[in-house]
């Protein structure tokens, strides 16, 4: 078994700053990339941004420069650091890592329950 566990939505102003984590756990052989994606209402789930096993990063044009993924020593923690955040920001945050569980040669990837962030005065 493999849990995603997001963590650090809320309500912020615009302009205001949040940082969600994403622990993964379980029967973790190796992970070879985690990220972030959201879907606002009405809207398909997009990409915001993904970090590989080798630290490489990549980030939607909409928020490079506003949005920051890094990963903790243990790498099977991720985080977002948000700033700078807009009405259009509001969306429901889903963490996702791409992994290969233990006792299995296949790669699966995994999501969370997805966070609430909604940027509004």
């Known amino acids: 078994q493999v849990q995603l566990v997001e963590s650090g939505g809320g309500l912020v102003q615009p302009g205001g700053s949040l940082r969600l984590s994403c622990v993964a756990s379980?029967?973790?052989?190796?992970?070879?990339?985690m990220g972030w994606y959201r879907q606002a209402p009405g809207k398909q789930r997009e990409l915001v941004a993904t970090?590989?096993?080798?630290?490489?990063?990549n980030y939607a044009d909409s928020v490079k420069g506003r949005f920051t993924i890094s990963e903790a020593n243990a790498k099977n923690t991720v985080y977002l650091q948000m700033n700078d955040l807009k009405p259009e920001d509001t969306a429901v945050y889903y963490c996702?890592?791409?992994?290969?569980?233990?006792?299995?040669?296949?790669?699966?990837?995994?999501w969370g329950q997805g966070t609430q962030v909604t940027v509004s005065s």
């Open positions: 379980g029967s973790i052989f190796n992970i070879y990339t």
């Open positions: 996702n890592a791409v992994l290969r569980p233990i006792a299995t040669a296949a790669t699966y990837s995994y």
């Open positions: 970090i590989t096993s080798g630290s490489s990063t």
